[in-house]
């Protein structure tokens, strides 16, 4: 799934071709849009907000979530995008390019004077540009809320946006976090801290690295490496299946050594 710094990019790119720019013609494809026309609409920014890309126009914002598998891609017109034609849910197209999304599970047209209150659930946006203190503490606050696992409660949107499963696995690696620690047990200001410093760093890289090293399969500590290495201590990384809140089922990855397990509260001192 798309995490926080590859929407910011996504919108950064898709800013670059729209803003400032007026839609020629809109073809939407899901039903509940087929009849909508924007043509005419004066684009003014692209923005993401966690993992949630806001086009903002004069009087309707298009706003769409990735999902698992949402792309969007920019294109001069009149050619091909590089995904199925069943796949695609939209194409906008300018003077200058068509911009196609697809396999976008959340597509939807919001009034442009109340598009941020669709939003208004997210917890702190750890890309937001105007960051501060006090976005730091109420993201915590919010963290220790869930009453959750800490590979639950990273994943939670309402508690801190932009995370995902591959952020979720690294954060829990570097602090020396066992993903099953309850919340409660968390140093969560520092993770906080840390969440903020990896997503900025992360947001204008093609590739995104935790480790500092760019080369492929040594990008990440733990995700995507079950039954490898740890690249700190040798031991073999473990793989396993945390539920959600959702229900669903996500892989996560930790080091046995790195980040042992919690101990049960009795145990604690």
Known sequence: MPEGDTIYRAAVNLGAAMAGRDLVRSDFRVPSLATADLAGEHIDEVRAVG????????????????????????????????????????????DQHEIVGSSLPVLELLPRERDLETLAYLGPDLLDPDWDDAKAAEAARRLRATDAPVGVALLDQHAIAGLGNVYRGELCFLRGIHPVTPIAQVDVEPLVALARRLMVANRDRTERTFTGDARRGRRTWVYGRGGQPCLRCGTRIRDAQLGLEDGMLRQVQWCPRCQPEPRPIGELP
Do not use: C, F, N, Q
Request: glycine share 10%.
């Open 51 to 94: 993992k949630h890309l806001l086009m903002r126009g004069e009087r309707w914002t298009i706003h769409s979530h990735a999902g698992m598998d949402g792309l969007w891609h920019v294109l001069a017109p009149g050619s091909r995008a590089p995904v199925p034609a069943h796949t695609i849910r939209v194409v906008l197209t300018t």
